[in-house]
């Protein structure tokens, strides 16, 4: 899981543990058995610590719950012998250096990073704080000001940061390994002292109380709900004390963390995301048995509020998307509205004009389905009405090559049925998307009694491709989505029935973290 590499007086410790190199237990052995064996080594006079493909990504997360995670040798041991070696370490740091891995890289003497390479404390989104010295050393090395910045916010940055921030000594183009190797041997038997970040002091504590009002200020409005954040502002500001003193601070901060229901159920979160998308049916099929068909154009059928955000999702994706209607007011409606939304991505700087433009080339319009004969997908958004879906999918199975999917955004009609206006029912699937479509992160994939294994494997490569968390549901009243949000919304009605404000249902909402409150996300749908 180590590598230990020799070369011409220096030890090369590469961390080969895919797929990002997280730091389980024995990985952390063999990093420490790794610089024993160089430490002893009186050939050896300096040392670099990098990793195969990427640096390294962080604590092993299943480590948390298993509670090995605080076996002997932790990350805190791992930084502290790195710090303290007598021999110069040198972390050559391509891919990422985040969390734990990221508190490796600042206890070592020096850093040598690729242009490519990204920086970052996520620990906050996964409920607890770097917890390894991260909140002691980091302000150290770039000062309060930056760390009150990248700890709460769990931000990453690119390398040319990181250098500005004096994260990164130096940035390289080429092989960041070579380049370690090489300035490793250069510095071999200079004084390490000054390069030792826990001894440094920190820059900006004259400024703390207000760096930290607006740092608090800042967390409870971007990441409402959460706890993990306040606790790493104050272990941050717990480096204002001698080291040994914050690095209690740290542990007591984390201890509250780490023993709490948001970290579990944040790091449930964590690894649900990743597994939803990898989807199994009872026949045994998967993405072992069975590829998807990759989606080169599509067509999204009625511009109104899901249409027309699907059809963003797509051409986000650089999917060629024709939007269809059933006449032009509605169509030209649609647009303005598809083109309202790129001009606020370009206003607010998320994309340039050209980009904008690049985007908006993809997009085609017709009034009618006649045009839709070499499409590779067809996706549905007309009203809630199964007459009106029956008769549109009879209409597109009729136009269409046979091959095209036919998907549909119903809320909650019955897929099976829709299917049945067809001649292809595999070919048939839900593909139900949230308001706003070109934004939320979730995608029900409903699988029909007679969808096909290929379609399913499609729907969930084009989810994918297009940014979302695709999930594979079953056909019932709702699919999971819309039955658990009908329980809140009831309650959400119950409250007003009892003499709440709208406004005041949203505003609970929101603070305990949703990002609208169910009145508002009605007034979106
Ligand atoms: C008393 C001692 C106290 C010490 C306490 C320790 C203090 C600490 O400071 C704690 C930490 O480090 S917590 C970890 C911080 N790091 C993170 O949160 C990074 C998480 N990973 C990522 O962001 C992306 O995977 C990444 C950007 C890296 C790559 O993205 P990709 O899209 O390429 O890949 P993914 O699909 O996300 O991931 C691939 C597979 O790897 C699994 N995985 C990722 N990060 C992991 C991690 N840190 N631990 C365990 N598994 C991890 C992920 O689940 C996925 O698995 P499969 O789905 O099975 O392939
Ligand atoms: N609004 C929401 O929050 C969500 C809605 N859905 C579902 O998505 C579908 C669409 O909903 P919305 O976008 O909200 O409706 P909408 O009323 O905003 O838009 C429907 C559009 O379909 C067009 N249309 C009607 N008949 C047509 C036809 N024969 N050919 C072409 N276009 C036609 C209409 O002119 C209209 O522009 C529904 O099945 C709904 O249940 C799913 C998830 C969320």
Redesign the pocket.
């Known amino acids: 899981m180590v590598d230990y590499i020799t070369r011409d007086g220096v030890a090369l410790l590469q961390v080969n543990n895919p797929p990002v190199n997280a730091l389980s237990h024995n990985v952390r052995a063999e990093i420490k058995n790794g610089l024993d064996e160089a430490g002893q080594d009186k050939q050896i006079k300096a040392i670099v610590i990098s990793g195969k493909r990427s640096f390294i990504a962080g604590a092993d997360i299943t480590e948390f719950k298993s509670g090995s995670y605080s076996e002997w040798p932790t990350i805190i041991d791992l930084c502290d012998l790195i710090e303290s070696s007598g021999k110069p370490v040198v972390a050559a740091i391509k891919g990422f250096a985040l969390g734990g891995g990221h508190e490796i890289a600042i206890s070592c003497h020096y850093r040598i990073a690729h242009e490519k390479s990204k920086f970052g404390f996520p620990e906050v989104d996964i409920g607890i704080l770097p917890a390894a010295g991260g909140t002691q050393r980091f302000p150290r090395l770039v000062g309060l000001e930056a760390a009150l910045d990248l700890i709460p916010s769990g931000r990453h940055i690119g390398a040319a940061q990181a250098f500005k921030l004096g994260i990164v000594d130096k940035v390289v183009r080429g092989d960041a390994v070579e380049e370690a190797v090489k300035f490793a041997k250069s510095i071999a038997g200079e004084p390490l002292v000054d390069r030792r970040t826990s001894q440094r002091p920190v820059m900006g504590a004259e400024n703390a109380v207000s760096l930290r009002d607006a740092a608090v200020k800042l967390a409870m409005k971007k990441k409402k709900g959460m706890i993990a954040p306040i606790h790493c502002i104050k272990a941050v500001m717990g480096s204002l004390l001698p080291f040994e003193q914050g690095m209690e601070i740290e542990a007591s901060e984390g201890f509250m963390l780490f023993t709490s229901g948001q970290m579990g159920a944040l790091q449930y979160a964590f690894f649900a995301q990743r597994a939803a998308p990898k989807w199994s049916l009872p026949c045994g099929a998967s993405f072992k048995t069975v590829k998807g068909r990759p989606i080169r154009n599509a067509a999204v059928?009625?511009?109104?509020?899901?249409?027309t955000g699907i059809a963003m999702a797509m051409l986000n994706a650089g999917i060629p998307v024709t939007l269809?209607?059933?006449?032009r007011k509605?169509l030209d409606?649609?647009v303005s509205l598809l083109k309202l939304l790129y001009a606020g991505s370009v206003s607010l700087r998320k994309i340039t004009q050209d980009q904008c433009d690049a985007i908006l080339s993809k997009l085609n319009t017709a009034v009618g389905y006649k045009s839709l004969t070499n499409v590779d997908l067809v996706i549905e958004?007309?009203?809630?009405n199964m007459a009106?879906?029956k008769?549109?999918f009879a209409e597109l199975d009729r136009i269409c090559p046979p091959e095209t999917f036919l998907w549909?955004?119903?809320?909650?009609?019955d897929i099976d049925e829709i299917a049945s206006a067809t001649r292809r029912p595999d070919k048939v699937l839900g593909t139900?998307?949230?308001?706003p479509a070109y934004h939320m992160k979730l995608l029900e994939n409903v699988r029909g009694k007679l969808t096909s294994a290929e379609t399913v494997a499609s729907a969930q490569m084009f989810g994918t491709r297009i940014g979302k968390i695709p999930v594979v549901v079953g056909n019932c009243h709702g699919f999971v989505g819309n039955r658990m949000l009908h329980k809140y919304a009831h309650e959400s009605d119950f409250l007003i029935e009892e003499g709440c404000w709208p406004e005041d249902v949203d505003m609970v909402a929101e603070n305990f973290g949703l990002p609208l409150g169910p009145f508002k996300v009605r007034d979106?749908?």
């Open positions: 059928i009625g511009a109104g509020t899901m249409g269809v209607e059933q006449d509605f409606k649609g958004a007309v009203y809630e009106l879906k008769q549109i549909t955004n119903t809320s909650a009609l139900h998307f949230f308001v979106l749908s």
